[in-house]
């Protein structure tokens, strides 16, 4: 019998933002839950750390080399032979997502049954050329929602907020009516008319933590009067340019108010607890209907959030609050992990995901069509193999565009247009304070790192390899035209 299937993806949360992962504050009780009993992977990782491009090595089970997308573009669009809920519906299952999936055209199903969509504030879509069944105020269904409960022109800026800013205020609105609420309530009523005769495979996809950070006021009350952690200060950060760009509220350089900063931390943490406490929802009516039924529960972000820390903010840099993202999996059989609570080291990736419930379904590796992904099967049954020996990951940006090799142990990055090199001992420096870059006992390990980066990017159109040396200041490209044309 194949497992029913729940994929859970937040958008921007930080891989440290779980209790289970230690932090301080965060409360997270119902994903806790799902690690303690089931698998938690402490070393996951976004290789194009922003939405579209993150959200496409999920779908497709490819690298960013492979799939073509190695920056932020918009009105790209998605034609893939393989995508995860196509293979899966070939299979039998019923599939469906609901929440955020971020494609284009916005109505593409890229294998999906069925869509209820809301992607959070889409700049590019609401463009006043945007053809109507396109225009994002009109075509998104939470959208279509809001306005039907609370007026025709309600919209999801009436917070103030911007969709990328550290502003944060509490929701203006019944809290049923927040998007965190919508997905959830979708999820559970899917779960009223699924057809109880296929497996089905449910994508509920949240927008939040992404800002903005708006989550309900009950929820900033749980974060106001504490003492938060501050973020952290590498020995290698500008500690100049944040001082002023930070005043822009929607600044990728940082807080420049501490106020401000502190702030953000508790709009941040609020959404994330905001929508665990709608996943365990989610998680309750499941259990209610489908009891005898196998279900598998995959828990992970797009990306992370870089909330000040090294006087940064936002995503695509190649730290580890942007690249480092949660990564759990659970299931009610013990065939998938015979041994609840473990914490994985393996260095895995959104594409893994796809050959992982691939296999879970039935398909046997060989059988697959081409992935980049590996099947986490083997490693939640004690197949000690590791995943990858690295990671390479990527992220078009101007002077913040980043090539970087990430392991179990370490971190090297290279800035294409500077060609500035970094250099993190994980394991003694998990928050990445001390660029060991020019350390003399580092120097071996650094140059076969330099050399992994060396031969990935070997061929590749930008020219930053010629197989020999990394070469810097090439022009960059947010797609890769030889993949995507």
């Not at 550290?166 to 929701?171: E, S």
């Not at 994508?203 to 938060?228: E, I, N, S, T, W």
């Not at 998680?283 to 090294?310: A, R």
């Amino acid at each position: 019998m194949k497992p029913n299937i729940l994929l859970i993806t937040v958008d921007q949360m930080r891989g440290d933002c779980l209790g289970v992962a230690g932090h301080p504050d965060v409360k997270t009780p119902y994903l806790d839950y799902l690690a303690l009993n089931g698998a938690y992977f402490e070393n996951a990782y976004s290789a194009c750390p922003s939405c579209i491009a993150a959200r496409c090595g999920l779908m497709t089970g490819l690298l960013p080399e492979h799939h073509g997308r190695v920056g932020y573009q918009d009105g790209v669009p998605w034609r893939y032979e393989h995508t995860m809920a196509g293979e899966l519906a070939k299979l039998g299952y019923h599939t469906e997502n609901i929440g955020k999936l971020h494609v284009y055209p916005l109505r593409n199903s890229i294998g999906f049954h069925h869509s209820e969509l809301h992607d959070g504030y889409l700049h590019y879509l609401r463009r006043p050329q945007t053809p109507c069944y396109e225009y994002q105020p009109l075509a998104d269904d939470y959208l279509h929602f809001m306005k039907d409960k609370l007026g025709a022109n309600v919209d999801i800026t009436d917070t103030g907020i911007d969709c990328n800013s550290w502003i944060a205020r509490p929701w203006p609105f019944e809290e049923r009516y927040h998007p965190t609420n919508w997905v959830a309530e979708r999820c559970i009523d899917f779960m009223r008319r699924r057809d109880h005769d296929q497996p089905f495979f449910l994508h509920a996809g949240f927008v939040r933590p992404h800002p903005p950070f708006d989550a309900p006021q009950c929820y900033f009350d749980l974060y106001r009067h504490k003492q938060l952690r501050q973020p952290v200060i590498g020995d290698w950060a500008d500690s100049e340019t944040y001082k002023t760009s930070g005043m822009l509220y929607n600044s990728a350089d940082g807080i420049a108010n501490p106020d401000n900063q502190n702030e953000a931390l508790i709009g941040y943490y609020a959404c994330i607890t905001h929508v665990d406490h709608q996943i365990g929802r989610i998680l309750s009516k499941m259990n209610m209907h489908s009891t005898d039924e196998d279900l598998i529960v995959i828990f992970t972000s797009d990306h992370g959030e870089l909330l000040g820390d090294h006087h940064t903010f936002r995503k695509i840099r190649a730290q580890e609050g942007s690249v480092h993202i949660p990564f759990i999996i659970w299931s009610n059989n013990r065939k998938y992990i015979p041994k609840p609570g473990q914490r994985l080291t393996d260095v895995v990736e959104l594409c893994d995901i796809m050959p992982t419930l691939l296999e879970a379904a039935g398909i046997a590796p060989q059988d697959m069509p081409p992935l980049d992904g590996v099947s986490l099967l083997p490693a939640m049954q004690g197949d000690h193999q590791p995943v990858r020996e690295f990671l390479h990951g990527e992220h078009s940006g101007g002077s913040i565009g980043n090539q970087y090799i990430v392991t179990e142990h370490d971190k090297y990055i290279w800035y294409t247009q500077s060609g500035k090199e970094e250099y993190f001992n994980l394991d003694a420096d998990p928050t990445e304070l001390h660029n060991a870059i020019h350390d003399l006992e580092c120097q071996e390990r650094i140059d076969y790192l330099r050399s992994l980066l060396i031969k990935e990017l070997a061929g590749r159109e930008e020219g930053y390899s010629d197989g020999e040396k990394l070469i810097p200041g090439q022009q960059e490209h947010a797609i890769l035209h030889s993949v995507l044309g």
